[in-house]
């Protein structure tokens, strides 16, 4: 069983709408959420982190994290074709050493 | 931002011959990390490295993989014999320093194919 689940498998938003990602975790020992994008031929990159309840904000991109479901999501505002990439949910076990713990990803396609 | 180069960028190679893999972390970054993805898979951890030393490796870390550092150069990973199964994309990265809070600055992979 996977320990990071991540749903939908893709989504399709027309250029300004809104995109949204969920992602839970089946193992209580994960805290630490990331958010990683990855464009095709790229590596991931960094969107954002969150290790507390409630929301985070950096520009047109928010996370909502629950620990006590263990479900964090991600929202896009304002979509552009340039965000259309995978989104990777990835989870940090309880160590002095980093480990990610990933999703299988999902796959977001901005139509302009 | 950041950056990690990977190199070379695709290796073909038969199976049971020897291949590294090299990377190029972040300058100053102290962390260095290989993970692994196969096509319609998740991101897999294999091994993270710190001052001259495996801090902790995956299961899939086989006994016939290594990584070094050695000064000044390249972050390695290195495959002796190469099996069909390691056919995968393998993204080095680096982080300033350890811990869940880190973030990891990933390079653009290197895709290994094994005949």
């Known amino acids: 069983q996977q320990k990071v689940q991540q749903s939908p498998e893709s989504l399709s938003v027309p250029e300004g709408g809104m995109a949204s990602f969920n992602c839970t975790s089946s193992d209580r020992n994960f805290q630490y959420f990331w958010w990683y994008r990855q464009h095709s031929g790229e590596g991931p990159k960094a969107l954002m982190s969150i290790f507390s309840d409630g929301d985070k904000k950096e520009g047109r991109f928010t996370a909502h994290l629950n620990k006590a479901s263990l479900h964090v999501s991600l929202h896009i505002r304002d979509s552009q074709p340039s965000d259309s990439a995978l989104y990777f949910c990835?989870?940090?076990?309880?160590?002095?050493?980093?480990?990610?713990?990933w999703g299988l990803g999902t796959s977001l396609v901005v139509n302009p | 931002g950041p950056k990690v180069l990977q190199i070379p960028s695709h290796q073909i190679i038969d199976m049971g011959q020897m291949v590294t893999l090299n990377c190029d972390p972040v300058s100053n970054h102290l962390y260095f990390y290989w993970y692994k993805q196969i096509l319609g898979q998740q991101m897999e951890f294999l091994v993270n490295?710190?001052?001259?030393?495996?801090?902790?490796k995956s299961k899939l870390f086989k006994d016939q993989f290594s990584v070094e550092r050695p000064d000044g150069s390249y972050f390695t990973l290195k495959i002796q014999p190469t099996a069909l199964e390691d056919s995968a994309v393998y993204f080095c990265?680096?982080?300033?320093?350890?811990?869940?809070?880190?973030?990891?600055?990933f390079g653009s992979g290197t895709r290994l194919t094994v005949l």
């Open positions: 490295f710190y001052n001259g030393k495996v801090m902790e």
């Open positions: 990835a989870a940090s076990e309880p160590s002095d050493n980093s480990k990610l713990i």
């Open positions: 990265a680096s982080s300033l320093l350890g811990g869940r809070a880190e973030t990891l600055y």
